[in-house]
């Protein structure tokens, strides 16, 4: 496939991913505020801090490294070998599932049953979910390769919406579940969206337009184990790059999730502060999730189809080399700029969103100060999203070994300056914890995409020198929202809420207009791509 294909797929993938999340995340914030109207904040914090992180546990460290080796290289390749290292995903799972369970059933505190009932239910019933999900791998991996969007689009949406509608349905019908409610939205979200992709490939192979495409899969049977003979069962260079994966998706899930570890673990904030804290971080990473992680996914797709990976910038052909370099440079620059808008405007504004979403549960207390510091943590995921998308589409083997040991050192300062700063400003100090973290992670990128180009014309960290015009209209327009959070929010009425509104309107709109005529290039991506 041709580098400008390949670019013109992968946009396409991450604006239908960011559209998809942007689904998910307005209707998590809705379920949400929903929720708080009929459920304790003890059980949301036990549903969205104990029992997700079990889950998600579970599935990072069973599938992550898979999906890292097994989406490197080019679609042509041994699909068999490919498809039977990707189910040692499931025993993985069954593995980590209990394993963990068994930790969260009986070496963690147990939350009170007259608070947060059938808790044991809950554990069984999310470490379950993660096993059922990995089922489901071996197709997702083949649909990702493939760049397949509608599916993706399809099957999560579809997971989704019948998660949300049975939990509202068993919300008001029978609040005094408890966890059984969130246990079995959990349950049917995993089984809808792994039969999405069995029953999409059930339709598609085989079929005419499978034939035309020249799909390197012909029958259902071919996805499931197989023997093939006079040769290994795994392709062995796949099965050591994930195993290399393996050690650093271990480390970098304690790095992604460390700020629940600490809770879970060492009972810094109770269940109720827990889900407080998890109510505001979800709302705090709204754009870093619906828009940052798809462009991550989908343009690691897209560099590892593009650039080889062990080999330098002289090795590779030179027009992939320009096409990346100019990539890389555009989004770098497109994420920089949303990342500062967020920190502008997310300063003066966190206590309004936070007073209109939740009431003066959310917006009193420590609520506005975790989101406007929040606001600057997105600053620093937007920038490490991509430079890290870049590096590890990039690292050879070798290479990924070593940066386990700085992942290794990374995780143990992390967790250390956590449970320190916790103590100290409470809640607030894992959100500072995690820009300590994501600012040495961005550094040790930014080294390696410098001595990766250094020996060529390209220098793509350029996209991280946004204009000295944009900088000074970011500066104006936070000093002047500053000044009208003061004087018109968030106690005076809706007239004065309703004036701080316009204020910032009018300071986006200069800025945004500021943006389209000193970024010319990055407009042109945008609209193009």
Known sequence: MAAQDVLSQTTRLASSSALLQVLFRLVTFGLNAFTLRYLSRELIGVVNVRLTLLYSTVVFLAREAFRRACLSGSTKRNWTKTTNLLWLTVPLGVFWSIFLGLVWLHLLEVPDP??????????????????????????????????????????????????????????????????????????????????????????????????????????????????????????????????????????????????????????VLNFGDQGIYDIVNNLGSLVARFIFLPIEESFYVFFVKVLERGKNVKDQKQDDVAMAANVLELLLKLVLLIGLTITVFGYAYSQLALDIYGGSMLSSGTGPDLLRCYSLYVLFLAINGVTECFTFALMCKEEVDRYNFVMLALSFTFLCISYFLTHWYGSVGFILANCFNMGIRIAHSIHYIYDYFKDSTYRPLTGLLPSPVLVLVYIISGVITGFSEVFFCCDKGWMARLIHISVGALCFAATIVTMSCTETKLMHFVRSQ
């Open 114 to 267: 007259s608070v947060v009932p059938h808790y044991q239910a809950g554990v069984v019933a999310f470490g379950l979910s993660a096993i059922i999900e990995l089922l489901g791998e071996p197709f997702w991996v083949l649909a990702q390769a493939h760049l397949f969007v509608r599916l993706k689009v399809i099957a999560e949406s579809l997971s989704v919406v019948s998660k949300c509608i049975l939990t509202v349905i068993l919300v008001v019908l029978y609040p005094q579940w408890g966890l059984y409610i969130f246990s079995l939205s959990q349950l049917l979200y995993v089984s809808v969206l792994v039969m999405s992709y069995v029953v999409y490939f059930v339709m598609f192979l085989g079929s005419p337009e499978a034939t035309k495409k020249s799909f390197p899969v012909a029958r259902m049977k071919a996805l499931l184990p197989n023997l093939v003979e006079d040769e290994t069962f795994v392709n062995w260079k796949e099965a050591r790059l994930t195993w290399s994966f393996f050690k650093q998706s271990f480390l970098k899930q304690i790095l992604t999730e460390g700020e629940r570890y600490v809770m879970t673990f060492l009972n």
